[in-house]
Structures are given as C-alpha cells and as structure tokens.
C-alpha cells in the first residue's frame, strides 16, 4: 500500500516538473542544469550497456533524448552554449550515427555510401573464392587441405608477398550469424602502399567440428598507410551462401539483408591484433601469430579516412590526471603496483593506437587486461590485474561531482 502511495506521488512529482507541465516551465529551461543532469544519466547508461549488452535500449533512450533536445531547442545555434558544450554536442553527434537505421556501421555517411566508395579496399582476393578452397575452409576438418591450398599459393609468391596464415579461437566474440562459432583462419594478404594496395585482413568463420550447420560469415579488415605515420583502415563482413548444387558464392552481409555492426567501437587501432584462446593455436603456427602482431604495429596510427572522427570521442581509459587519481583512490595509490599499470595511454592514445574511449567493447578491455597481455611488458599477480580493470573503468565512468571521471569532465569540457 505504501509502495503505491509513493509510486503515485513520484509521478505527480514527474508531471509537475516535465517541461511541458506549463508554460511557465517550459520558459524556464536552464541549459547548464539540463547538461549536468544529462550527463550525469548519459555516463550512467554507457556504463551499465559497458557492464551489459541488454542495458543497450536505455542508452539508445538517452542518446536519443539529448539529441531531441538538441535539436528542438536548437541549442547548436545558440552560440554561447556551443562554445560551452562543445565536447558533448559533438560527442552525441557522434555517437548517434549507429542509431540511424542506415547507418549501422556508426560511419558519417550512410552504410550504403560506405560501401560504395571503399569496396576496392574491401574486397575478397579472387583466390580466396575459388570453390576447392570455399569448399575445404567452410569446415574445421577440412582446414588442412586449406592450408594446404594457401601453401601451394605461397609457393609461388616473391618472399615479401607471402600469406601470412593461421587457425585460431577467439577469446572474445562469435560470428555475426552463430553466437557459438569461435573458430577462425586469418590470412593476411600483404599490399602494396607504393601502389595503394591495402594489406588485408582475410577472416573466415570456420565451422565447429561435428556441427551440421556452416558458420557463414567471413570478414575483411584493411590497412593502407597515409604515408605520415597513420593509416586508413576499411571494413567489411561477407556471408557465404552455400547451394545444393555444391556452389559457395560470398556476397556482403548487408547487401543480403543481415545488418552489420559498429565495427570502431571494438577496432579501436583499425586492425586488432590477435591474442587467441590459449593453447587453440598449433605451435607451427605461433610464429605467424607473432608475425601478424608485429606486422599491425609498423602501420602507425588508426585512422578511419573522412568516415569517423574519433576525436570526438574523447581521452580513453587511464587519461586522468595523477592529482585526480590520488583524490578518488586514496593519498599513495599512485605508488602502488596498481596504480603504476594505470598507464594504458602511454601507448593507447592518437598518436598511437588511439584511445580506449566510449563507445567501447567490455569483453576486449577486459579479456587482454584480465588474460596477462595489458599493459603490455609489465607481470601482475590475478588479483592487482582485477583491481586494475576495476579502477580503470571506476575512474573513467566516475559521475560524482566533486571529482568526475574522465568521460564526465570531458563532456562537461573540464579538460580544455
Ligand atoms: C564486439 C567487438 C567487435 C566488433 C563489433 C567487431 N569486431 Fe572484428 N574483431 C574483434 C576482436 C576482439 C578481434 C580480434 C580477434 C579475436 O579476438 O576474435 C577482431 C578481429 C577481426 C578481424 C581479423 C583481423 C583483425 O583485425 O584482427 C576482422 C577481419 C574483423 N574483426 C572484422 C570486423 C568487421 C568487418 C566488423 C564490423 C562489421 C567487426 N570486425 C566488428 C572484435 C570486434
Ligand atoms: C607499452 C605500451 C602499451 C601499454 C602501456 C598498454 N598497451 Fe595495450 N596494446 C599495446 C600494443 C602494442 C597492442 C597491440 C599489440 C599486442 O597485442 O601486442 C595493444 C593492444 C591492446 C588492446 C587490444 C587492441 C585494441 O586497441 O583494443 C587492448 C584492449 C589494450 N591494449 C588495452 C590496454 C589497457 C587497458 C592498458 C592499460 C592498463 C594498456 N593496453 C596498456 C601497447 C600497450
């Protein structure tokens, strides 16, 4: 009884003060509360979509709501206010693309453009298509005769031409058509930058041993350096379809109606390097793992041509400053183990790898914080690896006004 009472008196509390109650309080609108209320919930609800996938309509929701507000009001035009919320105007620009229905990709341009104008960098090698080869890497019993293939193709390549070549399990996501599916053949198909050939990322889902149903997606990430220490990367998913008369024909997942996904909210440097499930690579194949993974680090830093600017999102993971960082965890933590490792921008920021920022993917930061890999060359213990992601995420999601996280300062524009 009591529970309802309350109910019914918070929404009565809620219509009087919805803006459209009156006139009166629709005159009242006070821009800086409205942006520290609404940053407040938008930091809020990235986190919760940060801890969990299904927490993703309530941030759509915000999103959704600023950008209404935004524009009705017509804030951007009122010049003192764009110059005071520069950061976050842009910010939910932005991150508001992937909420158009053509614009799944999260690219400036519709998905369709995307596609048109990059499909020269995105394309499948004509001799990853042949029906042998489609046939034999569709299956994990099959992907030694796949190998096989990819060798005899070596054999007749210059030494610097070689494919770079191995079968993994991904720590961190299935296809795009089987949640399940964690095998993979990555070839990496060496350009020519003098020519403005992209190196290609050939990725091909491969099918689970003993599983009737064929994983279906394949994908393509490609790099092609600027020439001034960064490089352009390109994406794009392919499902094959496999017919009754033994064909295989590989068309792109959007064209054949099965969306795609913001492929830059995981890759954060363009290509992402491969840090496979333990134990899932044949030890012959180590050394083209590690060769692939040097071979990402000499394109220099993501960009994602005129499609995306992630400068607009803002400072990544650890960009705090130490002053700021002492005041959340306490007088000396800047001296501890811990608080040492929280250093990621060191290397993970534009000039780099380009930052860790929202939108983010949690499974990846944590995967190759929790799996001993990040940050790179230092050796922590299992328990100061979880103490570190914790504080990481703490201190970037952090909503209290006294000492905002990194996210909410910037978005404030505290960080100028
Ligand atoms: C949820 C995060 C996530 C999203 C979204 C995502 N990827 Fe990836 N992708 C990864 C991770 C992580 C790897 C590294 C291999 C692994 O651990 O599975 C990877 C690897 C790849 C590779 C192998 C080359 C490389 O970069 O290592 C290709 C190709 C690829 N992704 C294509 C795409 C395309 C195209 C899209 C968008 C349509 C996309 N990915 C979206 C997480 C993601
Ligand atoms: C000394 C440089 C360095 C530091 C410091 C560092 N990283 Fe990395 N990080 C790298 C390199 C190099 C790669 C890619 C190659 C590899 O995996 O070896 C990478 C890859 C990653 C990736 C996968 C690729 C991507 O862009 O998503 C994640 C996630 C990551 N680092 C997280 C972190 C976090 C979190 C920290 C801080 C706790 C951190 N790193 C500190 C150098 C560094």
Redesign the pocket.
Known sequence: MRYRLSTILLCLILVAESPHASPLARSKFDPDSWVRAKVDALVGAARAFFDDDDSQPAYNRVLDSIARTIRRRKLTEDEGFANRYRELVEYIQAASLDQLPDHE?GFTVPDKQYFRETSRF?QVPDFLMTRSFLRSVGRYETLDRAKAFLRKINSTRAPTDQLIFFS?T????GT?DNDDS?R?L?IVVPGNTGARVPEK???FGVTDPGTRVRTRN????SAIPNGDGTFNTY???YFRTYRRDGSISIKG?WELGYG????A???KS???????EEDSVSPSELPAVEA?NRR?LTYGSPRFDKYLDESKFGPGLSSAKLEERGKRFGDGFNETVVGRAMSCTTCHRPERLGYLNWPM?Q??IS?YINGGHMPLGSDLKESEREELYEKLIEEYFATDDTNPGILKAWLLGMRR
């Open positions: 990709l995105v993994y991904s720590r961190h996501l795009p964690y993979r990555l990322w050939v990725q394949l994908s393509v990430v994406f794009k998913d997942r795609d996904d913001n492929c909210r995981c890759h363009g290509v992402l390097p491969i840090f496979p692939v990402f993917d499974t990846v995967s």
